[in-house]
């Protein structure tokens, strides 16, 4: 690192995470407090628990990072951070096997043009 990097704030910005996101194919629809998902081979998914339910509405649209996703849900539900951290991991990897989550590549920093 050299001096204009050292003195540069925008220089220590980490890059941009990748957010994740439902798969454009999955249709799914609340339903007294519980989400059903239908992929595009039409099987069904269930999400009953209102945890499960948060983190699906946040990955509707344009998704979530998944430390903001964390972040809500200590916000939200009572629990350790380090356990919730780890019940958000496993329930995105069983969304990613269904074929339910995508990543979404993050954008990189656009440079700043010199005035």
Do not use: Y
Not at 33 to 58: N, Q, Y
Not at 73 to 80: A, D, E, I, S, Y
């Amino acid at each position: 690192m050299n001096d204009a990097t050292a003195c540069d704030p925008l220089a220590a910005d980490p890059p941009p995470s990748d957010r994740l996101a439902l798969h454009p194919a999955v249709a799914w629809r609340p339903v007294a407090g519980e989400i059903f998902l239908v992929t595009p081979d039409r099987a069904m998914h269930r999400v009953a628990s209102p945890t499960g339910a948060a983190i699906v509405k946040a990955l509707a649209g344009p998704g979530v990072e998944r430390g903001d996703l964390i972040v809500q849900l200590t916000q939200r539900f009572t629990g350790h951070p380090s356990a919730i951290a780890a019940d958000v991991d496993a329930f995105l990897a069983s969304l990613t096997a269904a074929g339910i989550l995508r990543t979404v590549p993050a954008a990189p920093h656009a440079p700043l043009s010199a005035p």
